[in-house]
């Protein structure tokens, strides 16, 4: 029987748009504005539009050699802290509609948009709620208005939008006055306009991974207490009254342990709440010439996708066009470098081009472990029993190179500790011993001879699931 805390963990599941935007896995963070011109990563607001000047700009380049790295989408930073619109906004003149691109008449959101509908991506938008350079920020209402005005223009002239990226940013405005933002107004916002939309980050639907250097917890969570969707807001949401909950554990995004039973135990509301790990190719957000020399290597990130989509979270992954309106040429080659990785190291699933016999400890009725080596999200294999085992032969003996679990997240998020092992020529080896699953675990064998696998789950929230098992070679 299951007892009391485990029912509640696993009637905390996803929203239909958190499982879009999760099986979404690795998309691209496009950051250009005025700081790409006066070599800067925070604009200030003073700056003249006159500096954006891109003489070459391509955003079919761009979608064409992300969708080439295996990604899927491109968010768009729409205006940064600076202020810069990179689009034509109605509201203020602080746009590209003031600046030599296309003669005044440019609107990089559109291009990029169509490019991302023209080759298959998903198009979304980053709109910092920090202004630099409106004069109404600061002064509440009348700033909040003048946010929403261009998020409604942002989420209708541009089609379907699949996350709406907010941080917290909140400092001084060229009035020295701050601004308490509108978090809910803004939600209400994009949930009228673009209702499959994740908002992230500083929203309710997809949280941050506690830092920008690329860094992955070894087991993450998915369901978590419901307080960690204010742990990136800014400080007017810290206690001001005698609040209960302001007992409990303090919680940040940068904590280790965000989910597990004896963390969970004590909240009194739990949310569904994934992770997200966002880095830059390159030290900067922006594109700086003295970092051409300083591109992330294949190797980082072939470690970083791994450990993100390959450990229950998503990559964002920011690549920063240069002056000229490109990405660079040093960017360009380590991204095809790791499309052609991505294509080989997942490109054969043994247990799909092999006679595969597969059995369970127990299944069940109409969940049978064949259903997990269907490559159909509405299939999955389903236990009676919260310790339970999955075994897998192929037909020849195999160098296996990584293996890849999933579970049926519909169902929440089961396993708790498992381990895997594989039928070697000269016995079983055990290759992992982890916690967490969740949407996808990739585990990295190094190319061990095996014909079989098996999966044991030694302690689960309730009976285990896999949706998906495969081993690649």
Known sequence: MYNALSQRLVQTIPSPRQIAHQSTEFYAFIHFTVNTFTDREWGDGSESPEVFAPDQLDAMQWAREIRNAGMRGIILTCKHHDGFCLWPSRYTHHTVASSPFRSGKGDVVREVSDACHALGLKFGIYLSPWDRNSQLYGQGKPYDDYFVHQLEELLTGYGDIFSVWLDGACGEGSNGKKQYYDWERYYETVRRLQPDACICVCGPDVRWCGNEAGDTREQEWSVVPRRMMDTEKIA????????????????????????????????????????????????????????????????????????????????????????????????????????????????????????????????????????????????????????????????????????????????????????????????????????????????????????????????????PTLQSVAVFI
Do not use: C
């Open 236 to 463: 007017s949401l810290s206690q001001h009254i005698d609040d209960p909950s302001f007992h409990l554990r303090h919680l940040s995004a940068r904590d280790q342990d965000l989910g597990s039973r004896e963390v969970l135990q004590n909240e009194p509301d739990l949310i569904w709440y994934p992770a997200e790990v966002n880095t830059s190719i390159r030290p900067g957000w922006f594109w700086h010439e003295k970092e051409n020399s300083q591109v992330r290597s294949l190797a980082e990130l072939q470690h970083i996708y791994l450990h993100s989509v390959g450990g229950n979270a998503t990559f964002l992954l920011n690549i920063p066009p240069d002056r000229r309106g490109l990405l660079h040429e040093a960017d360009v080659s380590v991204l095809r470098d790791f499309g052609h990785w991505l294509k080989e190291a997942f490109g054969q699933n043994v247990l799909l081009t092999q006679t595969s016999h597969v059995t369970a400890s127990s299944s069940a009725q109409g969940h049978t472990p064949e259903q997990a080596l269907i490559p159909d999200a509405s299939t999955f294999w389903l236990a009676t029993e919260e310790q339970a085992s999955f075994h897998v032969t192929w037909e020849q003996t195999m160098p296996v190179r990584y293996i890849m679990l999933m579970e049926h997240i519909m169902l929440s998020q089961r396993a708790e500790h498992f381990q895997v092992f594989l039928d070697t020529p000269s016995g079983t080896v055990q290759v992992a011993d982890a916690a967490t699953i969740g949407y996808k675990r990739i585990l990295s064998v190094n190319g061990i001879p095996a014909s079989g696998m098996t999966v044991q789950f030694l302690a689960s929230r309730v009976a």
